[in-house]
């Protein structure tokens, strides 16, 4: 079974997509902020990550700049996030995300972008 981690500080959004993951036959992780996603990642294996790049304590940006760039951990990351802004999508390209939806986004799609990174 895949497991897969999201950091996402939304309730609601975390648990819709929790809830749609544990459909789909994958173990979730939550994560409600990105401190505590770093914290499980330390010492964890995930076969994927799902953040949002606006979080408390750390955000998702600096989540992905720690697992690529200083641990050289080579998770596929899946940014999600309401920010569509051209920079801020390349940013976190840049920094190492290998996909990104912009919120609003439909489970649908999210399914078929979430099996395309764990083949």
Known sequence: ???ILVAEDNKLILETINHKLLRDGY???KA??????LSY????EVD???TDLYMPYVNGHEVINTLRNEWQNKTPILVL?????EDTVLKAFELGADDYVVKPFSLSELTI???KLLQ
């Open 81 to 85: 996030s309401a920010d569509g802004a």
């Open 1 to 3: 079974m895949k497991k």
């Open 113 to 115: 972008r979430i099996r």
């Open 27 to 29: 173990e979730v992780i």
């Open 48 to 50: 994927l990550l799902i």
């Open 41 to 44: 990642l330390e010492n964890n």
């Open 32 to 37: 409600q902020d990105g401190k505590e996603c």
